[in-house]
């Protein structure tokens, strides 16, 4: 089981600081969704540089034009790009396309999907590498967390590995490792947390465990 | 109607050239979404500044933390900016909170947004200024157009007023001027024509007179 830790409020001095904080604990470095939209592929770029041994994450999580925008990402030193759930077929098609080419991978963000059990079938079956879960930060101050999508994923997959994203902190870390997921998205439980190395280090100790058992 | 030209698949440079070669007939410059994905909110800060009599609109395509993200557009000068009808309508509530702050807009994007008069009637009580209806890039090559679409959201709208998005050009203004949207937006129909400026004088003159029906 991968951490993937969300770069999403820090600059890109910050965000450097912080995976030098908690190196050898994390495998992906994200770069979310607002800091694309206010710098571009520029810390993609000067992430992939600075820190070689991680996988590098655009969150673009791309809508249309799915080849063409992620060519763009991939070009700049993306490992990984996302790709929504919510897009028409072809545009998950075109960023699969894409990352053959590079030799990358691709997740597809399953946030707002309606019909999760039935769209991650249909997604499964596109060639992606990573079906994530994803509560909308914007709606987890109702309670809701991404646990039983998760496990409503992964009786459906069956080429694609799932990944889990929104709001896991340490503290609900232990029952997703229990499913399995390939990979584990943290954002503020990392970078709000009072002792970020120390957290990163529990987290990833508790996937590790998990991933022992499998 | 006002006349948007997508800003997709240039440089920066090739943008403002563009821009000036068509001054007067454009009302509004998008900033479209690979466009951000390269160099997120340059384009816009710079086309602000070179371009003030023009309203900017940065295709954010916003799908969770909706005043979070959109704040960074309209910081950086965008006078529009895009959200998914696809998002929860907590995200798109955001996107409308930070737009109330700056006196600027709010345009939900309805690609592949799946029951299109519903999720429409809903939005339109959101407080967004514009629903597009948007047939996508990688669905246009099968004949798909936004026509039809068009239709079926005016019939739906109380509040809000209605744009057209996706490969719209010279040939299918007619019809679509005729249907009276508030925005209609043109990318490849005016950037691949052979005479850029007299195909968007046209296309304009097209909306001019559609409006002066209204």
């Known amino acids: 089981m991968k951490l993937q830790v969300a770069l999403d409020t820090l600059t890109l001095d910050e965000c450097v600081h912080?995976?030098?904080?908690?190196?050898?604990d994390t495998d992906i470095a994200e770069v979310g969704t607002p800091f694309i939209i206010e710098e571009g592929m520029r810390p993609v770029r000067e992430l992939k540089k600075r820190f070689p041994e991680l996988e590098i994450l655009a969150d673009a999580k791309i809508m249309d034009a799915g080849e063409y925008e992620a060519e763009k990402c991939f070009s700049a030193g993306a490992d990984i790009v996302t790709v929504l759930g919510a897009a028409n077929?072809?545009?998950?098609?075109?960023?699969?396309?894409?990352?053959?080419?590079?030799?990358?991978?691709?997740m597809a963000d399953m946030i707002?999907?309606?019909?999760?059990?039935?769209?991650?079938?249909?997604?499964?079956?596109?060639?992606?590498?990573?079906?994530?879960?994803?509560?909308?930060?914007?709606?987890?101050?109702?309670?809701?967390?991404?646990?039983?999508?998760l496990i409503t994923v992964n009786k459906v997959l069956k080429k694609a590995q799932s990944a889990v994203a929104g709001g896991v902190k340490l503290s609900t870390a232990e029952p997703i490792a229990k499913e399995h997921p390939s990979v584990v998205v943290v954002g503020g439980g990392i970078i709000h947390a009072q002792n970020r190395?120390?957290?990163?280090?529990?987290?990833?100790?508790?996937?590790r465990r998990g991933a022992s058992c499998e």
Chains 1, 2 share one sequence.
Request: net charge negative; aromatic share 4%.
């Open 18 to 24: 912080l995976l030098e904080e908690i190196r050898g």
């Open 197 to 207: 190395k120390e957290t990163a280090g529990k987290i990833k100790e508790i996937l």
């Open 89 to 106: 077929d072809a545009t998950i098609e075109g960023v699969v396309r894409a990352a053959k080419r590079y030799g990358k991978k691709v």
């Open 112 to 149: 707002e999907v309606s019909d999760l059990e039935k769209r991650a079938g249909e997604i499964d079956g596109l060639g992606v590498d990573y079906i994530c879960v994803h509560t909308a930060w914007d709606v987890q101050n109702t309670g809701k967390n991404p646990l039983d999508d």
